[in-house]
């Protein structure tokens, strides 16, 4: 990930924070070919302690049967179009052009498949708390027949990426003077871009947690 000095976020606790609240990752892997799915993965623990991603593929899907080993997760957070008519600095020189202002994590790692029936069990039972968590009335795997959910374990595969290394890029137009930092802000105000204004204080928040 090219990333400046200025966008750049390094601290574990805020990119972990981060891959939770984006959730959907577009998984990247190489064989033959360069292969691309996007898919909700978790984040977790393994058992000596180092993080993983833990998800799952369609077993028709050729990502998987075509891969070196090798994965990169990309989790893109909001983003929104920055207008140059938003910087102060127009009117005085004219030398401002557009850009694009987001939120993204790149998580590097070791890719390995599986599919095992309790272990896919174990993780769509963890997808489902964890995106069910909240709602008034949660769905449960066991809502649904045994012998369908039987079927559907089928036709996936699991896996796990042993994280190796973590890219942050927070894109938030902290290399503009005071008053064009402002413009942008109200800018994202009037246009309702409510999340990319929001979202870096809320992971301070959940890292914090």
Not at 78 to 95: D, G, L, N, R, V
Not at 138 to 145: C, K, L, Q, V, Y
Request: aromatic share 8%; with cysteine.
């Amino acid at each position: 990930m090219y990333t400046p000095r200025a966008f750049r976020e390094e601290r574990p606790e805020i990119l972990r924070a981060a891959i939770d609240r984006i959730a959907l990752a577009t998984l990247v892997t190489v064989g033959t070919q360069i292969g691309a799915s996007q898919v909700p993965l978790i984040l977790d623990k393994s058992e000596d302690g180092s993080d993983i991603l833990v998800g799952h593929l369609a077993r028709a899907n050729n990502l998987w049967k075509d891969c070196d080993g090798r994965a990169l997760a990309v989790f893109l957070g909001p983003h929104h179009y920055i207008s140059p008519s938003w910087y102060p600095t127009k009117a005085q020189t004219q030398e401002v052009v557009p850009t694009w202002n987001y939120i993204s994590v790149h998580a590097h790692g070791e890719i390995a498949f599986f599919d095992d029936e309790s272990r896919l069990r174990d993780l769509l039972e963890q997808l489902v708390r964890r995106h069910e968590a909240g709602r008034e009335v949660p769905w449960n795997i066991n809502d649904a027949p045994a012998d369908y959910i039987a079927r559907q374990m089928r036709a996936i595969v699991g896996f796990t990426i042993r994280i190796t290394s973590l890219e942050g890029q927070w894109k938030l137009s902290q290399n503009k003077g005071l008053a064009d930092y402002n413009g942008v802000m109200e800018g994202l105000r009037k246009d309702g871009a409510l999340d990319l204004l929001s979202i870096p204080y809320e992971l301070e928040k959940a890292a914090k947690a």
